[in-house]
């Protein structure tokens, strides 16, 4: 790793990469609830049930978020060490 300071170029990439990974993943995130949410939807589910999808929606949204960030700013990380 370089102990130096960082160019201006390497701060704007990584400025780019990180919000590049939270678009991403508020994308992936909204897809991930949707795909849960739009069938109870369309079918009509009870109440309990609907606030479960809910739920389990939210949390596998949250969660795929928070992959998607981790694995873009690792692989970034990665090609950065690399000198790519």
Excluded: Y
Aim: charged share 20%; no cysteine.
């Amino acid at each position: 790793m370089d102990m130096g300071r960082e160019s201006r170029w390497e701060k704007d990439a990584m400025t780019v990469e990180i919000m590049f990974a939270l678009v991403t993943a508020g994308l992936l995130g909204a897809l991930v609830f949707g795909v849960l949410l739009v069938p109870a939807v369309l079918v009509g589910v009870s109440e309990p049930v609907g606030k479960g999808l809910l739920m389990v929606g939210a949390v596998l949204a949250v969660a795929a978020a928070v992959w998607r960030v981790v694995r873009v700013l690792l692989r970034f990380d990665a090609q950065r060490r690399q000198g790519r």
